[in-house]
């Protein structure tokens, strides 16, 4: 039976004495009800005497009453107020649904349930780590890996909403590449030279895919921290490393070397050359100023033969004479004067003259006056005197 038709059926309101015909209640007096609900709360509610008279108490009950809903609503719009430091961005949602993305300073939203907004920290670096991974190379050879790697988040809205778990799917998403790159690499670039490179290789792919997923989350860095071969190989590995730097501390002593020799030898070289040059402009303009001497001297033979051969045969005789210690003199005359000639002197200024270094080689020596007899009644009579040294 339902509750409204007529006979005994159920109001739901609990609408006794009012609407006897079982309509719905009255709204009035049902607002009344709910106020004096309140004010009996809140201890501020009075009873009305049996003789239906008015107690002016109850109006500061509903007063107070309304004052204190008022606090409570402003105290629910204050709770939208927050602030958001420097190094952080606010999400805001209104009903679950993405509105905005706030900067730092002084904002405010709805308060709860309609808005509400979730912090998010950009400027943190976080880390993760995968440890101890036994992987296969590119050669079929088993190496184990220790890597770890740094990233932060680049977009709020898509680290919070595109993704369910973003920073568990970087993990995996970076763990799979290594795998991948470590599967299409040898052994010996995983574990020595080629670490950076890989290294490089797993941060590019790994960005690749978690932008492709809308992640919201920028890959700073990975570092490739230990890259060994398993336990039971490891001494033989070691070995191989040892000799392998012995190998790049011969090269680079060999390099040294080389280094240090190459430029003395090209400088010596150079020199040579130099000196060849040097040596070849000399003879060359030695043998061309013969050419002219001999030139110039048989345009003059050609001109005067007889003084020409004369004047030559002077000149050798006087460069051949000149290097001995003899002294011609010259005594025409009555030989009547007494002639004076210091030949050990003349005998000791040749030798000083030549170790003097003089450039025409020659020296002349002009002898002393030539003394008179005292009882000779013709005066001195010059003597002409020649010394070729």
Do not use: C
């Not at 809205?157 to 040898?186: D, H, K």
């Amino acid at each position: 039976m339902a509750w409204n038709e007529p006979g005994g059926g159920k109001d739901p309101w609990g609408n006794r004495g009012g609407g006897g015909d079982g309509g719905p209640p009255d709204l009035d007096e049902a607002f009344r009800k709910l106020k004096q609900r309140l004010s009996g709360m809140f201890g501020g509610g009075t009873r009305r005497p049996s003789g239906g008279g008015s107690n002016g108490g109850g109006g500061l009950s509903e007063g107070l009453a309304w004052g204190l809903l008022g606090l409570a609503f402003v105290g629910w719009l204050g709770s939208g107020l927050y602030i958001i430091d420097p190094p952080e961005r606010a999400v805001v949602t209104r009903f679950g649904a993405f509105q905005e993305v706030v900067g730092p300073g002084p904002h405010w939203h709805l308060p709860w349930p309609i808005e509400s907004s979730e912090v998010v920290n950009v400027a943190q670096n976080r880390s993760q780590s995968i440890n101890s991974q036994l992987m296969l190379t590119s050669d079929e050879k088993i190496v184990r890996i220790n890597l770890s790697f740094q990233y932060d988040v680049r977009d709020p809205q898509a680290f919070l909403f595109n993704v369910r778990m973003p920073e568990q799917t970087l993990n995996q998403v970076v763990e799979a590449s290594l795998r991948q790159v470590v599967g299409n690499t040898q052994m010996d670039q995983v574990i020595t030279a080629g670490r950076g490179e890989v290294a490089q290789q797993i941060h590019d792919m790994s960005q690749q895919i978690v932008d492709a997923y809308g992640t919201g989350l920028n890959i700073q860095a990975v570092n490739l921290q230990q890259a060994t071969a398993p336990d039971p190989v490891q001494d033989a590995y070691q070995d191989v490393n040892r000799a392998r730097e012995d190998r790049e501390r011969f090269v680079n002593e060999a390099q040294a070397l080389r280094n240090r020799i190459v430029p003395e030898a090209r400088g010596e070289a150079a020199q040579r050359l130099e000196d060849a040059r040097a040596y070849r402009t000399r003879v060359v303009e030695s043998a061309e100023g013969e050419t002219d001497r001999f030139l110039a001297l048989l345009e003059e033979y050609q001109q005067s033969p007889e003084v020409t051969r004369k004047r030559l045969y002077i000149d050798t005789m006087q460069e051949v004479l000149g290097k001995t210690g003899k002294v011609l003199v010259d005594s025409e005359g009555e030989g009547r004067n007494l002639i004076y000639v210091p030949l050990d002197r003349m005998l000791k200024e040749v030798p000083e003259s030549d170790s003097q270094g003089s450039s025409s080689g020659r020296t002349s020596t002009t002898l002393p006056g030539v003394a008179s007899d005292s009882g000779s009644s013709r005066g001195n009579r010059p003597t002409r005197s020649r010394e070729s040294n």
